[in-house]
């Protein structure tokens, strides 16, 4: 089980007033994605679970590309993976972005 932990400074707040939002569940090959709007501004952390070893370089660029895409400050990214590809992160990360923008 490797648990691998990212914090990014962002330009600006994630848009949206949602405390929190999940994305994705548990099943074989996806992921479960809890966002929580309780850091700074500023910044985002994002921390992960997988049974996958040895690809955190891949998680790396991969929460890299969506922190520069969405700019998730103030949020802190938990994830519970189940072994997803690179694009279902992907997926699931913007989807829970867009979340956290809509209404309570």
């Known amino acids: 089980m490797d648990r691998l932990s990212f914090r990014h400074a962002t330009r600006r707040p994630?848009?949206?007033?949602?405390?929190?939002?999940?994305a994705g569940v548990v099943a074989s090959g996806n992921l479960e994605i809890l966002l929580e709007r309780?850091?700074?501004?500023?910044?985002?952390?994002?921390?992960?679970?997988?049974?996958?070893?040895?690809?955190?370089?891949?998680?790396?660029?991969?929460?890299?590309d969506f922190v520069a895409r969405a700019q998730p400050g103030?949020?802190?990214?938990?994830?519970?993976?189940?072994?997803a590809r690179p694009d279902t992160v992907s997926l699931r990360l913007l989807q829970g972005a867009r979340l956290m923008e809509e209404a309570p």
Do not use: F
């Open 14 to 22: 994630h848009p949206g007033t949602r405390a929190e939002a999940i």
């Open 38 to 64: 309780v850091l700074a501004p500023d910044l985002c952390t994002v921390e992960i679970e997988t049974p996958v070893t040895g690809y955190g370089d891949v998680w790396e660029a991969v929460v890299a």
């Open 74 to 83: 103030g949020l802190r990214i938990s994830i519970n993976d189940g072994g």
